[in-house]
T-cell receptor
Framework: ELKVEQNPLFLSMQEGKNYTIYCNYSTTSDRLYWYRQDPGKSLESLFVLLSNGAVKQEGRLMASLDTKARLSTLHITAAVHDLSATYFCAVGFGNEKLTFGTGTRLTIIP | EAQVTQNPRYLITVTGKKLTVTCSQN?????MSWYRQDPGLGLRQIYY???????DKGDVPEGYKVSRKEKRNFPLILESPSPNQTSLYFCASSLSQGIYGYTFGSGTRLTVV
């Protein structure tokens, strides 16, 4: 059974600081996704990572994938309040099964 | 506009009364899936469909049914809802293998009393 673990579950950080969210998974996979969810809203796709060593950046967010270590990271640079949300990683497995982590609730404090 | 449309957005029902949550996508995606989101548990996959007439169980299929008679539609059926099915439900779609990611609907908040 594929397990996906995110940490931390909760993160409170000051504006301007850097931080990293970690996503570990238990079984070989070559598809990893990062999503953002605002309270009461749907999931917004942030990154699709499809190969070992993949790195993608959008604004203050950067995601990377190490398939050998079964680890993906979401790095936040110089955080701003607008980045406050819950972030999920999800791992694709086999024929379209998608398993999500439990999410990281990020709060940016002015 | 490319989108996944779920209806209804909110639903309160009583135990045992059959209900259907509809999901429709206009992107000609082969793959569609249903998830439920519960606090502290993230999103868990209920059922998914690789194409018309092809469906398979996800991680939490008990108490749910699905059908895929047309490519664009993937309804979620609760034959006899129970209070433990109170949850936030999302439908999603993608092109094959999700290489371009998945598009999620706006969600359906279901309460079973």
């Amino acid at each position: 059974e594929l397990k996906v673990e995110q940490n931390p579950l909760f993160l409170s950080m000051q504006e301007g600081k850097n931080y990293t969210i970690y996503c570990n998974y238990s079984t070989t996979s070559d598809r990893l996704y990062w999503y953002r969810q605002d309270p009461g809203k749907s999931l917004e796709s942030l990154f699709v990572l499809l190969s070992n060593g993949a790195v993608k950046q959008e604004g203050r967010l950067m995601a990377s994938l190490d398939t050998k270590a079964r680890l993906s990271t979401l790095h936040i640079t110089a955080a701003v309040h607008d980045l406050s949300a819950t972030y999920f990683c999800a791992v694709g497995f086999g024929n379209e099964k998608l398993t999500f982590g439990t999410g990281t609730r990020l709060t940016i404090i002015p | 506009e490319a989108q996944v449309t779920q209806n209804p957005r909110y639903l309160i029902t009583v135990t045992g009364k059959k209900l259907t949550v509809t999901c429709s996508q206009n992107m000609n995606h082969e793959y569609m899936s249903w998830y439920r989101q519960d606090p502290g548990l993230g999103l868990r996959q209920i059922y998914y469909s690789m194409n018309v007439e092809v469906t398979d169980k996800g991680d939490v299929p008990e108490g749910y049914k699905v059908s895929r008679k047309e490519k664009r539609n993937f309804p979620l059926i609760l034959e006899s809802p129970s209070p433990n099915q109170t949850s936030l439900y999302f439908c999603a779609s993608s092109l094959s293998q999700g290489i371009y990611g998945y598009t999620f609907g706006s969600g359906t908040r279901l309460t079973v009393v």
